[in-house]
């Protein structure tokens, strides 16, 4: 459903299954990587650059683009591949490297967790490296969501070292942006979940701050590095909020709600009609991003939108009250204005959190 609208403009899209980081330790020491989702990743690459002509694709025309957790694969393959030949250029929405802190210390408490779960023992040898192994994926999956277990990504001499944070990745024009108010749904689920009394003036305050510290800053820090580095970069927000996905009053221009407008499938998102500002918007926004895979070099800049620049209206607000329905160009040092006091802003987050009592 997602890809019809992107192959109706005769452009070929393609999503490729990719697993996670099991953080076994009976994997610790070996040459290969534990960072399996980013192998995948390289794996599909190297496919669709050698097989994507046979669908009517343009192997020397491919992009990666990636939202959230498929924002930050993407991204950490122009680290992992700095002299990258088969992608030409990224779109990464609402996810960066920057927000990539890959311990030094190895932790297999997840691992342990799961494993102790589904019933495979508490001594890490092989036999229960084995069981792990013979566990059906959907139990495995079932029990990761309900343990509430997080596989981070390891460091290893493949992908991430330690020095990734000075590293500078693939240089291919870069698309990159996040919504205005990312964290609003999981500050409602937390809400939703909690037992206790709520002030909306609080939790509208943590997420807006949450926001900024997440998602908000670190794209701005994205774009700016690469900006400086010479790269062409592009550079927007998102702030469309419309009845049939944002379906509640505490929810805005929430995290992925800009997912049915890039792929034009608000119809399915529930069983409220998609307003007439919302189909331009999603039309709009389905042409920037097809403009920019057929040329990352020019695609944008024939569309109308100028490269990235802090000190210039150049950031480009998709869903802007003063242009709902297309774009306004705004300054970006507007948006990113308590970007240069992230300290104050995480010592507010954690007084909110406190009163809140909650931990995002």
């Known amino acids: 459903m997602e890809e019809a609208k992107f192959s109706e403009r005769r452009d070929v899209q393609l999503s490729p299954e990719y697993l996670g980081q099991p953080n076994a330790p009976q994997l610790v020491g070996g040459s290969v990587s534990q960072n399996f989702g980013l192998l995948d990743l390289d794996a599909a690459a190297s496919w669709v650059h050698d097989n994507i002509a046979n669908f009517g694709g343009d192997p020397e025309r491919i992009t990666l683009f990636g939202q959230s957790a498929g924002a930050l694969y993407a991204d950490q393959y122009t680290f992992a591949h700095p002299q990258d030949t088969k992608v030409k250029g990224v779109i990464l929405q609402s996810g960066t490297t920057t927000l990539l802190a890959p311990s030094n210390t190895f932790d297999p408490t ?9 019933g495979c023992g508490t001594v890490n040898n092989a036999a229960r490296f084995d069981c792990m192994k013979a566990v059906p994926f959907a139990t495995l999956q079932s029990t990761v969501l309900s343990t509430g277990s997080a596989f981070n990504r390891v460091v290893d001499s493949r992908h991430l070292d330690k020095s990734s944070g000075r590293k500078f990745p693939l240089k291919v024009p870069a698309l990159i942006g996040s919504a205005a108010n990312e964290v609003d749904v999981f500050v409602l689920g937390e809400e939703l979940n909690s037992i206790g009394s709520w002030v909306p003036v609080l939790s509208e305050m943590l997420s807006h701050i949450l926001t900024l510290i997440v998602y908000t800053c670190p794209a701005s820090s994205s774009a700016a590095s690469r900006r400086d580095n010479y790269v062409p970069v592009w550079r927007y927000q998102y702030q469309g909020v419309f009845p049939d996905i944002s379906t509640r009053p505490e929810l805005r221009s929430f995290h992925a709600s800009e997912i049915p407008i890039v792929f034009g499938t608000y119809n399915t998102v529930s069983s409220v009609p998609a307003t007439p500002t919302e189909i331009a918007l999603s039309s709009y926004m389905q042409r920037a991003w097809v403009e920019f895979a057929r040329d990352p070099q020019q695609g944008l800049a024939n569309f109308g939108w100028p490269i990235y620049n802090p000190l210039s209206n150049s950031l ?36 909110l959190e406190g009163l809140l009592g909650i931990v995002l």
């Open 316 to 351: 480009a607000e998709l869903g802007n009250s003063g242009n709902p329905g297309g774009v306004v160009l705004a300054n970006g040092l507007l948006v990113d204005t308590a970007c240069g006091a992230l300290d104050v802003l995480n010592s507010l987050k954690n007084q």
């Open 110 to 118: 997840p691992w342990n967790t799961v494993a102790n779960a589904v």
